[in-house]
T-cell receptor, first 111, second 110 residues
Framework: QQQVKQSPQSLIVQKGGISIINCAYENTAFDYFPWYQQFPGKGPALLIAIRPDVSEKKEGRFTISFNKSAKQFSLHIMDSQPGDSATYFCAASKGDYKLSFGAGTTVTVRA | SQTIHQWPATLVQPVGSPLSLECTVEGTSNPNLYWYRQAAGRGLQLLFYSVGIGQISSEVPQNLSASRPQDRQFILSSKKLLLSDSGFYLC?????????FGPGTRLLVL
């Protein structure tokens, strides 16, 4: 069974808008939550990551919000640009060197 | 800095033929190594991972096998390919929790 549930499967946003991707998990042993960005035909690249002792982390236009009590975390892409069009994966790890990935969200930014 | 290589980049193979995909990592020692498969438009499925030379853990039963003959080399193999083996194969390495992916190999089995 999938340990990390990701939604939506896809989204379309206008240039300059905000993209929001949500992930939920059940295993409270997870203590590391990265997000990956994947362009077509390329391998995923680490975008940003957070640990549960922090409720928010921002890097440029990308922000992770983390709600430990709800066991949810989300990625916000501010001022979305056409170059942000990609598939985004959330993931979680409990320190055993394996990542549990969400199913992915395809983001399309319309100019 | 660390670099991960995969080859070939693309491969078209007939059903029943053997397979060998190679992954090498530079700039780090004793990495954890991983093989994933990604079907078209789908998520990442972990196939194998290795924490050291000769140490392979399989995540799903399948037609594939993996080997780690050297510290920074990871090989994915099959004796007889199936149509269902088509996909995008990704190798990754990690030193701790963060995994870093290679460029991938696109495999089409006909």
């Amino acid at each position: 069974q999938q340990q990390v549930k990701q939604s939506p499967q896809s989204l379309i946003v206008q240039k300059g808008g905000i993209s929001i991707i949500n992930c939920a998990y059940e295993n409270t042993a997870f203590d590391y939550f990265p997000w990956y960005q994947q362009f077509p035909g390329k391998g995923p690249a680490l975008l940003i990551a957070i640990r549960p002792d922090v409720s928010e982390k921002k890097e440029g236009r990308f922000t992770i919000s983390f709600n430990k009590s709800a066991k949810q975390f989300s990625l916000h892409i501010m001022d979305s640009q056409p170059g942000d069009s990609a598939t985004y994966f959330c993931a979680a790890s409990k320190g055993d060197y394996k990542l549990s990935f969400g199913a992915g969200t395809t983001v399309t930014v319309r100019a | 800095s660390q670099t991960i290589h995969q080859w070939p980049a693309t491969l078209v193979q007939p059903v029943g033929s053997p397979l060998s995909l190679e992954c090498t990592v530079e700039g780090t020692s004793n990495p954890n190594l991983y093989w994933y498969r990604q079907a078209a438009g789908r998520g990442l499925q972990l196939l194998f991972y290795s924490v050291g030379i000769g140490q392979i853990s399989s995540e799903v039963p399948q037609n594939l096998s993996a080997s780690r003959p050297q510290d920074r080399q990871f090989i994915l193999s099959s004796k007889k390919l199936l149509l269902s083996d088509s996909g995008f194969y990704l190798c990754a390495w990690s030193g701790a929790e963060t995994q870093y992916f290679g460029p991938g190999t696109r495999l089409l089995v006909l």
